[in-house]
């Protein structure tokens, strides 16, 4: 089993450039979620999801939009991005929400 | 004031020792999280517990939900514990606060 995969593993944008972040799961989990994480500032949930066509908002959603079409996929969009976006971007998902986890390994970006 | 608070930031004790960080929150919650970040930044949950003690091998996770407070102990520690060990509380909202975390250093 690969767990949950995580691509791209680094991308440098340039602002106002688009991409989407990809988070693949093989363990049939229900929940997935996205976080960024900041020096000085620890991780932040971005946005969320409890199922298959289902997301929700988490502490830090601005500026980006996400999609479950698929139980297996969570994807992380960033439409116009911005030097603030520049992060480590780690997904994780969880067959109840209260155990289980298991993080991807994370997506450096970087906006110049 | 932060709604989840870690002590100490920062720890470096000597192999075999026993090890306490501390997560104090403000707030009513569902469950509370501890998670180990390895040095190449590699994430792994550890306890996920929202009342009484949870152990696992040389890790122990407690809860005082009176209190707001939980502590993660790691027995006879090894220089292979060090890592930056979070907190994580999820509000009754649904919304999942971090703390910063706490920087381990087991010297051999």
């Known amino acids: 089993n690969a767990g949950v995969t995580q691509t791209p593993k680094f991308r440098v944008l340039k602002t106002g450039q688009s991409m989407t972040l990809l988070c693949a799961q093989d363990?049939?989990?229900?929940?997935m979620y996205w976080y960024r994480q900041d020096p000085g500032m620890g991780l932040r949930l971005i946005h969320y999801?409890?199922?298959?066509?289902?997301?929700a908002k988490g502490e830090v959603p601005d500026g980006y939009n996400v999609s479950r079409l698929k139980k297996q996929n969570f994807l992380l969009g960033l439409e116009s991005a911005a030097p603030s976006q520049t992060s480590v971007y780690f997904c994780?998902?969880?067959?109840?929400?209260?155990?289980?986890?298991?993080f991807g390994s994370g997506t450096r970006l970087t906006v110049v | 004031k932060n709604e989840v608070e870690q002590s100490p930031q920062n720890l470096t004790a000597q192999e075999g020792e026993f090890i306490t960080i501390n997560c104090s929150y403000s707030?009513?919650?569902?469950?509370l999280h501890w998670l180990q970040q390895h040095p190449g930044g590699g994430i792994v949950s550890l306890f996920m517990?929202?009342?009484g003690k949870k152990k696992h091998g040389r890790l122990i996770a407690t809860i005082n939900i009176q209190e707001k407070h939980s502590s993660l102990h790691i027995t006879a520690s090894h220089p292979r514990d060090s890592a930056v060990y979070i907190c994580?509380?999820?509000?009754?909202?649904?919304?999942?606060?971090f703390g910063k975390g706490t920087r381990l250093h087991i010297l051999p």
């Open positions: 999801s409890v199922g298959e066509g289902t997301t």
């Open positions: 707030v009513g919650i569902s469950a």
């Open positions: 363990m049939n989990h229900e929940y």
């Open positions: 994780a998902s969880s067959p109840t929400g209260f155990h289980g986890y298991t």
């Open positions: 994580a509380i999820y509000h009754r909202d649904d919304k999942i606060i």
């Open positions: 517990l929202s009342s």
